[in-house]
């Protein structure tokens, strides 16, 4: 189980590179097949952080809608703009979770966390003001929803069996709580569980989403303004998204923007990537889809780890990289089926890795 052993090994291997890599190969191996293109949106949320000493140069073009869809409207396809996903009504209307006397059916309040052990339970347009933990041997769903983790909570939605069904929901962590109890390896959703996230706002903890068993599907979900604490060497080390093995990872059309204050991609210490896949011999990745999404921050945005076989990565745009090293990197045991249409920050193709 993450909490129990994984977290530890992650955290360490969250550590940002204190220098600069060796050049990486120039081979380039033309795609014999593509995937169809998306729309990509690459507007920025605000931000309200202190302004560091360098800033980005160049910032990617924006495109926005005119008037953002009805909640879960969003067309297939399409890279969510910030504030276009999420729980997106009045969080009056929505019934508080927050203690014993409000506990849904098939759960118990219990040291400020929401508890799940039922076979398959749904939480249905509600403002759980705490963390949510499912022990389960089916599916817990969360829609239409507002998920508040705080200082009681390992993460916002903690999965340690069976299957995480969110959708349309905010998963968050509460304003000024100080973090999760671990600060350097949580997740806002975090576990063993596999784990369906659509159309869903993640923010406030160190890390987006923690991902162990593969079998799971990310799409059309925006993670941003993670937490940052500490300073160089004991400090978090941010991803959008990392996974540490398993088959059949599926990760499309998510904005997955994780980058330092005043759009300065990497701050030097406390982003490591967009999307991190540290698989391991015992659970290497097989399968893994990447496509469509607008990906920004970290040393490298993209780092692909070994073992890792028939990978696709395909009609990503790439934010700015700088004060990292680029948009990619891969280790040497890692293998991909399809590298095709990556885009950077300035719309030229990225090289395969």
Known sequence: MV???????????????????????TRTIAPTTTVAPTT??????????????STSSSKPSTTRPTSAPAPGALPSGVVPAPGQVGFRGDPATLKVVDGPGNAPAGTTWSA???RVSGKDVVLDKVFVKGGVEYNGTGTLAIRGSIVEGNRNSWAAVLGNSGHLDIRDTTVRWKAGDGGPNNKWGNGAIHGDSTMTVIRCDISGTPDGVQNGRGN????????????????????????????????NLVIKYNRIDIEGPDGVAYDGTHQNAALFFMPSGGNPSANLQVVGNFLAGG?????????????????NRFGPTTGGWGEVTKDGGASLKQWANNLDNEGQPVRQP
Do not use: W
Request: hydrophobic share 35%; proline share 10%.
């Open 299 to 315: 040393g490298y945005i993209l780092r692909l780890g070994a073992p890792m076989s028939g990978a696709v990565v395909a009609d």
């Open 112 to 114: 400020g966390v929401l």
């Open 216 to 247: 799971s599907t990310f799409e059309q979900n925006h993670i941003h303004d993670l937490a940052r604490f500490g300073s160089y060497p004991n400090n978090t080390h941010n991803d959008g998204i990392q996974n540490y093995g398993g088959a």
């Open 3 to 25: 909490v129990a052993g994984t977290a530890a090994v992650l955290a360490a291997a969250c550590q940002p590179a204190v220098g600069a890599p060796s050049p990486e190969p």
């Open 40 to 53: 990509v949106s690459t507007g920025k949320p605000p931000v309200t952080t202190t302004k560091p000493s």
